[in-house]
């Protein structure tokens, strides 16, 4: 037997090309792509993952990796680990922004921490509707299921096959479930709230000398964390619905690239 060095530039090849896509996933996904862990260890456990589904990568284009086509074919790779996780972060943003919305009506808009994830200022509910959504996706096994996408993705979409125009626009379309989302999430709260400032309107109008300030701030808040309490066994449902929604518009996405 002898192995040359056409040898060698065929395997490191074969592990180089998977490694960009699961690496571009670990580097935006929700809890495996968290800022939060050190960059060693999402190389290492990207590596680990690529090292294990090898078996099920397929063929990989007979490039050099360091040519003009090699680098085009990295860019499609990248691209598709991407948009693969950008698909699950739409789903944590409905509850950044549902905190958002239920925050601002309760008056604890001003309640700010720093998102490790996102690297901005948001309220103190989001980060726990995040936290919620995170402890919820790991019970769920929705980090399986993100393996098992990522295994089928590549027998959908094989390495250099990339995205076409119809999977971006797709991509750009699910991006809508952020709003949709939120909506469907902070709702409940959102129309308790209404009527709640209804009623302080009227007991206003009703009696001038009222302090509404000191009496209708606490009411506020003590009902808007008791209809959270009240909706909060809704949460894994809502979780559950918006996992299988991004995980369907994934294969969506992967079937409109590879029917072009």
Do not use: C
């Amino acid at each position: 037997m002898t192995f040359g060095m056409e040898h060698l530039a065929d395997l490191v090849a074969r592990f180089y090309w998977p490694l960009v896509r699961v690496a571009a996933l670990f580097s935006i996904a929700p809890v495996i792509g968290s800022p939060m862990i050190p960059v060693r260890i999402r190389v290492i456990a990207a590596s680990l993952v690529t090292m294990a589904i090898l078996a099920f990568t397929g063929d990989v284009p007979n490039v050099d990796p360091l040519s003009l086509e090699g680098v085009l074919v990295t860019a499609k790779e990248l691209l598709v680990g991407l948009s693969m996780g950008l698909l699950l972060l739409f789903v944590f943003g409905v509850f950044t922004m549902a905190g958002e919305s239920i925050a601002g009506t309760m008056g604890l808009s001003f309640a700010l921490m720093s998102d490790p994830h996102s690297g901005v200022q948001v309220p103190v509910l989001s980060q726990f509707f995040n936290v919620m959504a995170t402890l919820m996706f790991l019970a769920l096994n929705g980090h399986h299921a993100l393996f098992e996408m990522l295994v089928r993705s590549f027998e959908v979409l094989p390495v250099g096959a990339g995205l076409g125009p119809a999977s971006y626009q797709e991509i750009a379309l699910a991006g809508g479930i952020i709003f949709k989302g939120a909506v469907m999430v902070a709702l409940p709260a959102l129309i308790t709230m209404l009527s709640l400032n209804l009623v302080m309107g009227v007991m206003t109008r009703s009696a001038p000398q009222l302090n509404i300030f000191s009496v209708g701030f606490p009411i506020t808040m003590f009902i808007g964390f008791l209809v959270i309490l009240v909706t909060l066994p809704g949460f894994v449902s809502a979780i559950e619905n918006l996992l299988e929604h991004a995980f369907s518009r994934m294969i969506t996405v992967f079937e409109m690239a590879a029917s072009r």
